[in-house]
């Protein structure tokens, strides 16, 4: 059942509730429910593949949709993500700011403006061979870190995108992705300038990590190292290429 079903029967159940007991409105509870996330073992029991009849727009559809999380009361409009469907890398941020959550499109504001000239200096672009999304599709309020519980909610989301998208490489902008999809605590400065690898169902996707657009506008001296970590990716692409 997803998030939205059960929020949807609560509602109902309450109401229901109100009116054998009183035939007056009681308070509305703040409930929070996420999606169900079928077991591991469930698709292959029943011998299907759990993304069979899933796309990107269902997904976002959902997503727009979603009260999974304290976010789904505050943003404006969910950022579920954009680009080409098979992209060669996916880049994967922490989530929408203000500029996202006005337009509902994923690193749009400054942020974003330098991401996009950053794949372009490795001949990257979200219009022709990447896709852009984040760890969490909806604004935390004041720019704040997404808390624990709402990656949690919102990962089934990305998991669905990254299972039908198939990229050939994932690069992930800033420590807060990159800790929320690597399952750790270590610095960025240990995570980033070197490949590693996330599997995600029967996918192994090569994965690197680099400091967020956000931390190079706040920091020049990040500028660098991010510079050799993009070098480094396209060295990679250009391997599998067979250009190398
Ligand atoms: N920062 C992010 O991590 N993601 C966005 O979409 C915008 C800014």
Not at 12 to 21: P, V
Request: net charge neutral; proline share 6%.
């Amino acid at each position: 059942m997803t998030a939205d079903e059960k929020q949807r029967t609560a509602v109902f159940l309450d109401l229901a509730g109100d009116f054998i007991s009183s035939g007056y409105r009681g308070a509305e509870q703040g409930y929070l429910f996420t999606d169900d996330v079928p077991s591991a073992g469930e698709g292959a029991k029943n011998g299907e593949n759990s993304t069979q009849g899933d796309s990107l727009e269902k997904i976002a559809a959902e997503i727009r949709a979603c009260a999974g999380c304290p976010l789904g009361k505050t943003r404006t409009n969910a950022a579920p993500g954009e680009g080409v469907t098979q992209p060669l890398v996916m880049v994967i941020g922490e989530g929408p700011g203000a500029e996202e959550d006005a337009q509902g499109r994923p690193f749009v504001g400054r942020a974003g403006q330098l991401l996009d000239k950053m794949l372009s200096s490795i001949n990257l672009s979200r219009n022709s061979n990447c896709f852009i999304a984040n760890v969490v599709k909806c604004r935390p309020p004041n720019n704040r870190d997404p808390r624990p519980e709402e990656t949690a909610s919102c990962a089934h989301f990305l998991k669905r995108q990254i299972v039908f998208l198939k990229p050939k490489f994932i690069l992930v902008a800033g420590r807060i992705a990159a800790q929320t999809l690597l399952e750790t605590t270590e610095p960025i400065g240990k995570l980033r300038g070197k490949f590693t690898e996330l599997t995600v169902k029967d996918m192994t996707i090569p994965l690197l990590v680099t400091y967020h657009p956000a931390a190079l506008l706040r920091n020049e001296e990040y500028k660098r190292p991010a510079w050799e970590d993009l070098k480094l990716l396209r060295s990679r692409i250009d391997e599998l290429n067979g250009e190398n």
